[in-house]
């Protein structure tokens, strides 16, 4: 950081966040290029169709993202613009997306074992003939 030069058309206090930001912007630049170098038909051909609605959703909502920056950056209010609709739109698909994939993860269940599970589990009262028969024989003893 010392070596870079800091100009004086801003405030020093937000040089660093700026230096921040810029190198942010290079590695999303880079992701981009690394994106772009692989068509499209062929990302998609590898990836089940949940994984291709991932890739389609975190792409919508990513170019989304910068048009918002973009628009923080003309001075226009992105909360007041359609684009936060798009946003909001985006997050509710994206959340399906997540409870479809949590369904899958979660376990099945053996309705067969958890039956005997409950069955063995439930205390059974023992029929009244057969304490007396019981408690006869233990008398005896």
Known sequence: MASEEINEDYPVEIHEYLSTF????GAVDEMLKTMMSVSRNELLQKLDPLEQAKVDLVSAYTLNS??????ATQGVNPKEHPVKQELERI???M??????????KAGKLDRAAASRFVKNALWEPKPKNASKVANKGKSKS
Do not use: A, G, P
Request: hydrophobic share 40%; glycine share 0%.
């Open 22 to 25: 810029e190198n942010s912007i």
């Open 66 to 71: 910068m048009f918002w920056v973009y628009l």
């Open 91 to 93: 997050r509710v698909y």
């Open 95 to 104: 959340n399906r997306v997540k409870e479809i994939t949590d369904k899958k």
